[in-house]
């Protein structure tokens, strides 16, 4: 009777005891700068490294006008950052979450993927009217996005102690080869490319790896993207037979997006007929399925640009995040959009939360990443806060009574 007392005592001082060694998710402001100010570290690096410094050494035009932009931006998140400062968050005991739980979101975020992927989701075969989407991709689409969300609660969970680092390493690796597969078998590699960095920015904040580290991927990245690229459009020419139209720039100049941020000179003042969706239809779009709504208009900003800068409706271009900004918005859609964006990764970073660090993700994969766009961010946003919600409901259902708690 006494070993069996002295058993149970031991058994749920082991389940307790993560509860009672774990950090929280998100150190203390003070303590990490990227917590402190990310939407200024992230979105400043990334701006000087991809725009400003190369449109200043290539004497970009308009050049006063790019960096302009990008100064603009930064400076506004910096100032919110800075008042946000003081600000202190109540706080209340995350709700853990089961093995199982975390496994069925990731798995079923990768099988979607993969399915996504095989069915000719964006592929370029599709772009270019060669191929349709199987009916498949619209039953796994909106389920992609939860790999994401797997991945940032394995990576919540590591930080708790409740995931050892190797296992948590082993999903980051496996989950980039993922995106990088799906990559190149839609031989388009800027979204995959996007959603591997969000993984890097999701492990940098849950303390899986240094900020550093993101700093030396970027700089293999003038190695390993030309390969890369190469083998990319030996995808494409599988798919068209030729080489006619598969690059329209070399490898390192994709890298750089001040050229394409110069569209705004040709796009200020809108031409005639070019205009965005407007924000009830975007949210219409993002909240309501396809199949409910058939007759709704498509999101296709990027052949709407392509269009106005003298291209074909089967191309698609981008004036980058804050080049479309300042096209559609001017320069009070600029601080407008840099105040909001401050804002929600100010509150996500403050919160001690397994969902709050996959919004992390999130904002940064659809709002600062070198792929996010606008106006698309919205009902993008929207798609994946309708998939996040079920996917909460999946993982509290998922998670035994004697881990959730009251």
């Not at 701006?47 to 506004?76: D, E, F, H, S, W």
């Not at 766009?373 to 998922?398: K, N």
Request: glycine share 8%; charged share 15%; proline share 7%.
């Amino acid at each position: 009777m006494t070993d069996s007392v002295e058993s149970a005592g031991w058994y749920h001082l082991r389940m307790a005891r993560p509860l009672i060694e774990t950090r929280p998710t998100v150190a203390h402001p003070s303590k990490m700068m990227l917590e402190r100010f990310p939407v200024t570290i992230l979105l400043g690096s990334q701006l000087a490294a991809m725009i400003v410094i190369p449109a200043i050494m290539k004497g970009t035009q308009p050049l006063g006008l790019i960096v302009g932009i990008c100064a603009v931006a930064v400076a506004v998140a910096l100032f919110v950052e800075l008042l946000s400062q003081p600000l202190v968050l109540p706080q209340r005991a995350p709700r853990p979450i089961s093995t199982r739980a975390t496994a069925t979101v990731l798995i079923v975020g990768a099988v979607a993927v993969v399915a996504s992927a095989l069915g000719g989701r964006g592929t370029y075969a599709v772009q270019l009217g060669l191929a349709q989407e199987s009916p498949i991709v619209s039953i796994a689409g909106p389920f992609t996005v939860w790999v994401v969300f797997g991945t940032a609660l394995v990576f919540w969970r590591f930080r708790r102690g409740e995931v050892s680092r190797k296992a948590a390493l082993w999903v980051l690796v496996g989950v980039s080869a993922l995106f990088l597969w799906e990559g190149l078998t839609r031989a388009i590699l800027g979204q995959s490319a996007a959603l591997i960095l969000t993984l890097l920015v999701l492990a940098v904040f849950a303390r899986l790896i240094r900020l550093r580290t993101i700093v030396i991927t970027l700089l293999l990245i003038p190695i390993v993207w030309p390969p890369l690229y190469d083998l990319r459009d030996a995808f494409r020419r599988a798919t068209v037979e030729g080489a006619v139209g598969i690059s329209a720039n070399a490898p390192l100049e994709r890298l750089q997006l001040d050229t394409q941020m110069a569209y705004i000179e040709r796009l200020t003042p809108r031409p005639d007929g070019f205009e965005a969706l407007d924000l009830p239809t975007l949210i219409r779009i993002g909240l309501i399925p396809g199949f409910l709504d058939p007759n709704r208009p498509a999101v296709d900003t990027g052949s709407r640009m392509s269009l106005a800068l003298g291209g074909s409706a089967s191309n698609s271009q981008s004036a980058t995040m804050l080049g479309n900004v300042f096209v559609f918005d001017g320069w009070l859609g600029v601080c407008v959009f840099a105040v909001v964006l401050t804002l929600a990764m100010g509150f996500l970073t403050r919160r001690d939360n397994p969902w709050a660090l996959a919004a992390v993700g999130l904002v940064y994969w659809s709002a600062i990443s070198f792929n996010a766009t606008y106006p698309d961010v919205v009902p993008r946003v929207l798609q994946a806060l309708v998939s996040m919600v079920i996917a909460y409901v999946v993982v509290r259902m998922l998670t035994p009574p004697r881990l959730a708690g009251p």
